[in-house]
């Protein structure tokens, strides 16, 4: 087939000093980059936007070891996407395979051909949930904590991409009562009519231990934490003997400016109640997703869990769908169209 001459792709202006706008990216026209031996080229279709993608600074970046989450002035932003394969020379991948891949942020991607991940089309109904934030999502529940029948959980920024998930399935894994965290009524209402939340505690309405004492009058044993910062410290004050807490996002610090900001929490009593801290990666559980991807496919299929979304349309759209997503104006996943 033949090709454009040019591509659009979305690059990073300047690093946000206090609220991210869309002035701190441009809309570039580049050429379409071409592919070597080796390497594929893909036509994006549909990539994801979340709020971890927020540009970042980190004065010792190699500290952490997420050279993923951070982006230079002048680079093309990164991100999943969904494309198909155009050409791909020298490699098994065919023609018009549908891959998943990080080249997100621009209509055409060049990349190594072991970065393009096949998709199973059989695997999950709708080929959008490829890009959903859910394995995160159930890593947290079923490795992070080991979420179990009976269990009270608290799922911290309920609404977003993994939150808005994650209560679903600690629902699934046999937890008792699910209580969520979010910043507006609006979304409170969403989480206990639309995803099986029982409570939520709202950002901005009182003391977030207050709130979680009303909700969960008993205690918690399972933390499945996305935000960190006070939320944690509450979640702590609440924990029942031998709760379980599964770390899997920062955002209080991320969407900060000091994206490395510490969280003071006792260690006397983590001991004293014999809690389990654990921060959980992806990275570090692909042998997962096979048995990820089979649950989320049935309960989808079944009914039983559901993947919230908000589509837009035209590469042109990311900067602002980021700046929203970050600013708290959508609720789950949300991905543009290419």
């Known amino acids: 087939m033949s090709l454009p001459a040019t591509h659009r792709e979305v690059r990073l202006a300047a690093l946000p000093e206090g609220a991210l706008t869309p002035g701190h990216f441009e809309v570039v026209t580049a050429p379409v980059p071409v592919p070597g031996p080796g390497q594929v080229l893909v036509r994006n279709r549909l990539m994801s936007v979340a709020a971890v993608m927020r540009p970042l600074a980190l004065a010792d970046p190699d500290t952490f070891g997420l050279p993923q989450l951070l982006h230079k002035t002048g680079e093309v932003m990164r991100g999943p996407a969904?494309?198909?394969?155009?050409?791909?020379?020298?490699?098994?991948?065919?023609?018009?395979?549908?891959v998943h891949h990080r080249a997100g942020w621009r209509e055409y991607a060049v990349l190594d051909a072991a970065r393009a991940s096949p998709i199973d089309p059989e695997a999950?109904?709708?080929?959008?949930?490829?890009?959903?934030?859910?394995?995160?999502?159930?890593?947290?529940v079923v490795r992070?904590?080991?979420?179990?029948?009976?269990?009270?959980?608290?799922?911290?920024?309920?609404a977003g991409?993994?939150?808005?998930?994650?209560?679903?399935?600690?629902?699934?894994?046999?937890?008792?009562?699910?209580i969520g965290s979010t910043g507006s009524r609006h979304k409170a209402d969403r989480l206990t009519g639309e995803l099986g939340y029982d409570a939520v505690?709202?950002?901005?309405?009182?003391?977030?231990?207050?709130?979680?004492?009303?909700a969960a009058p008993d205690g918690i044993d399972v933390l499945l934490d996305t935000v960190g910062g006070e939320q944690l410290r509450a979640a702590l004050a609440l924990a029942r003997r031998n709760a379980?807490?599964?770390?899997?996002?920062?955002?209080?610090?991320?969407?900060?400016?000091?994206?490395?900001?510490?969280?003071g929490i006792s260690t006397l009593a983590l001991i004293a109640r014999g809690v389990?801290?654990?921060?959980?990666?992806?990275?570090?559980?692909?042998?997962?997703?096979?048995?990820?991807?089979?649950?989320?496919?049935?309960?989808?299929?079944?009914?039983?869990?559901?993947?919230?979304?908000?589509?837009?349309?035209?590469?042109?759209?990311?900067?602002?769908?980021?700046?929203?997503?970050?600013?708290?104006?959508?609720?789950?996943?949300?991905?543009?169209?290419?």
Request: aromatic share 6%; net charge neutral.
């Open 82 to 98: 969904l494309g198909e394969v155009l050409r791909a020379p020298g490699t098994e991948l065919a023609p018009g395979t549908l």
């Open 124 to 140: 999950l109904p709708d080929p959008a949930a490829h890009l959903s934030q859910g394995f995160a999502a159930w890593l947290g």
């Open 144 to 158: 992070g904590a080991g979420v179990r029948r009976g269990d009270t959980v608290f799922v911290t920024g309920a």
């Open 161 to 178: 991409g993994v939150g808005s998930l994650a209560g679903q399935f600690a629902r699934l894994h046999g937890a008792e009562r699910v």
């Open 201 to 214: 505690v709202l950002r901005g309405a009182g003391p977030i231990e207050e709130q979680l004492r009303a």
């Open 244 to 263: 379980r807490f599964a770390l899997v996002g920062a955002l209080s610090a991320q969407l900060s400016d000091d994206a490395s900001a510490p969280t």
């Open 276 to 338: 389990t801290l654990r921060g959980i990666s992806a990275m570090d559980h692909q042998d997962a997703m096979p048995a990820y991807l089979r649950e989320f496919g049935r309960a989808l299929r079944e009914g039983a869990l559901t993947y919230p979304y908000t589509r837009l349309t035209g590469i042109g759209q990311a900067p602002r769908a980021l700046c929203e997503l970050v600013a708290g104006r959508h609720l789950g996943a949300v991905l543009v169209e290419l």
